[in-house]
Nanobody, 124 residues
């Protein structure tokens, strides 16, 4: 298993930007497909983005395309989520997750390791 710790959340005005980070420890980070998910109060956890082992493949939910960018630095064992043009509906707890299987996935059940989450609040 890999241990994950998110950071970078906070309060931002609509139209603003934030960069989330997820630091990993434990087994070889580069073996993991990494994903970002979010969960708003009263809603189910939903997929945001995923990135392959080398960072060459990415996959985004339709509602973040063009606004969010996922990237990773395997030497630093860290995955990032750069968020621009934030909207109030982006308010949620954001989680990073790790998956040993090679395919990109948007299903939470496909990810075996999770961080504790970081709160993102976008004010209107």
């Amino acid at each position: 298993q890999v241990q994950l710790v998110e950071s970078g959340g906070g309060l931002v005005q609509a139209g603003g930007s934030l960069r989330l980070s997820c630091a990993a420890s434990g087994r070889t980070f580069s073996n993991y497909v990494m994903g970002w998910f979010r969960q708003a109060p009263g809603k189910e956890r939903e997929f945001v983005a995923a990135i392959g082992w080398s960072g060459g493949r990415t996959y985004y939910a339709d509602f973040v395309k063009g606004r969010f960018t996922v990237s990773r630095d395997n030497a630093k064992k860290t995955v990032y989520l750069q968020m621009h043009s934030l909207k109030p509906e982006d308010t949620a707890v954001y989680y990073c997750a790790a998956r040993l299987s090679p395919g990109l996935s948007d299903r939470p059940a496909d990810f075996g390791s999770w961080g504790q989450g970081t709160q993102v609040t976008v004010s209107s």
